[in-house]
């Protein structure tokens, strides 16, 4: 198929399939016009691209893991694929324990916020200015 039914077929850009072959993640033959030519296969491996992007993975460590989708019997690549998955859970982690700290920190700036508009509505009543 080409590129445009491939997006079409995905819901993913072009541009972002072009990105994809670029760095290495997704192949195509080309026509002697040179126009791309993905197989059937290649919904799958840009679903399985996606997934990776949304869980947060970088183009190089999703070139990382994907060898093992590609070659899944040879040892040296699963063993390379789960150490970069390994590093990827504990980058996950840390921003994880990064965003529970900032909403912790938030969360102490709306109870001062709280009572300092509490505060406010039940001080005393501005004096009437008289004209």
Known sequence: MRIGE???RTGVSP????YYEDQGLLTSSRSGAGQR???DAAVQRVSLIR?????GMSSRVIATVLPCVDIPGD???AEETFTAMMRERDRIDADIAHLVETRDALDALIRANSRHRAELSTGPEPAAQST
């Open 37 to 39: 030519h993905y197989s």
């Open 75 to 77: 040892l040296g690549v």
């Open 51 to 55: 997934q990776l992007f949304d869980a």
């Open 15 to 18: 541009r972002s399939l072009r």
């Open 6 to 8: 491939l997006a079409r």
